[in-house]
């Protein structure tokens, strides 16, 4: 494991992985192999219950690095972080403080609880810059926050801050210290995959203001036959 970037404490049988890449956390190789190792060396650890993914005071993961993107990318990719994460037999907890943009999301999407600060910002904004989410990002979420909140955020890239991710029901909860309410919830936690996860069917109005629109978006509907 790269030490330097990833670093794990443990709190009794409650694993805690701390992401440690200043200033926002990126994505770079470094990372996704920490990640992967620490979550590998979980696997079959008995004296392990649940595992916590955090990245500081006022932080999460705010995408890939952009030093990387001027290269061919490097093993391992990020679908392999979030692959192992979906994999794990125990709970894994995302601890966000800050900004989760792209790739950071999609790992918090894996992961099977979501605490967050209001402090916290949450965003798909890849479709901005001509990409798709490539990591799983758009499976899971309509799985989370239903089809009509994941085509809006998708496909506008629009933020959304803590106190509304937690009305959508993209958070499962929002507290000031989010890291403690996460090692407290963790021992009780239980697997919730949102890949095996069915839609939900969440019925919202026609427009929907996103933060930092100065306009409501509308809503893509489907019309059942």
């Given at each position: 494991?790269?030490?330097?970037?990833?670093?794990?404490?443990?709190?009794?049988?409650?694993?805690?992985?701390?992401?440690?890449?200043?200033?926002?956390?990126?994505?770079?190789?470094?990372?996704?192999?920490?990640?992967?190792?620490?979550?590998?060396?979980?696997?079959?650890?008995?004296?392990?219950?649940?595992?916590?993914?955090?990245?500081?005071?006022?932080?999460?993961?705010?995408?890939?690095?952009?030093?990387?993107?001027?290269?061919?990318?490097?093993?391992?990719?990020?679908?392999?972080?979030?692959?192992?994460?979906?994999?794990?037999?125990?709970?894994?907890?995302?601890?966000?403080?800050?900004?989760?943009?792209?790739?950071?999301?999609?790992?918090?999407?894996?992961?099977?609880?979501?605490?967050?600060?209001?402090?916290?910002?949450?965003?798909?904004?890849e479709t901005r810059l001509g990409m798709i989410p490539g990591a799983g990002g758009t499976q899971r979420l309509p799985r989370l926050v239903g089809i009509e909140?994941?085509?809006?955020?998708?496909?506008?890239?629009?933020?959304?801050?803590?106190?509304?991710?937690?009305?959508?029901?993209?958070?499962?909860?929002?507290?000031?210290?989010?890291?403690?309410?996460?090692?407290?919830?963790?021992?009780?936690?239980?697997?919730?995959?949102?890949?095996?996860?069915?839609?939900p069917r969440k019925p919202l109005p026609s427009t929907q203001v996103l933060p930092g629109s100065?306009?409501?978006?509308?809503?893509?509907?489907?019309?059942?036959?």
């Amino acid at each position: 494991m790269n030490a330097s970037v990833v670093k794990v404490v443990r709190h009794d049988d409650v694993a805690v992985i701390e992401i440690d890449n200043k200033p926002v956390n990126a994505l770079s190789k470094s990372v996704r192999q920490g990640l992967l190792d620490a979550l590998a060396g979980f696997a079959d650890d008995p004296e392990v219950s649940a595992v916590v993914v955090h990245s500081g005071e006022g932080r999460f993961i705010a995408g890939a690095d952009i030093k990387e993107l001027a290269v061919p990318l490097e093993a391992p990719f990020l679908p392999d972080v979030i692959a192992r994460i979906d994999a794990l037999k125990k709970p894994v907890i995302a601890v966000i403080d800050g900004p989760a943009l792209g790739g950071g999301l999609e790992i918090a999407l894996a992961c099977d609880r979501r605490i967050a600060s209001p402090r916290s910002t949450l965003a798909l904004p890849e479709t901005r810059l001509g990409m798709i989410p490539g990591a799983g990002g758009t499976q899971r979420l309509p799985r989370l926050v239903g089809i009509e909140w994941a085509e809006a955020l998708a496909a506008t890239g629009e933020p959304v801050k803590g106190r509304q991710a937690f009305d959508i029901g993209l958070v499962d909860a929002i507290v000031e210290d989010p890291l403690r309410a996460a090692i407290a919830q963790a021992r009780g936690a239980s697997k919730r995959r949102l890949s095996a996860a069915t839609v939900p069917r969440k019925p919202l109005p026609s427009t929907q203001v996103l933060p930092g629109s100065r306009e409501p978006i509308p809503l893509l509907r489907r019309h059942s036959h």
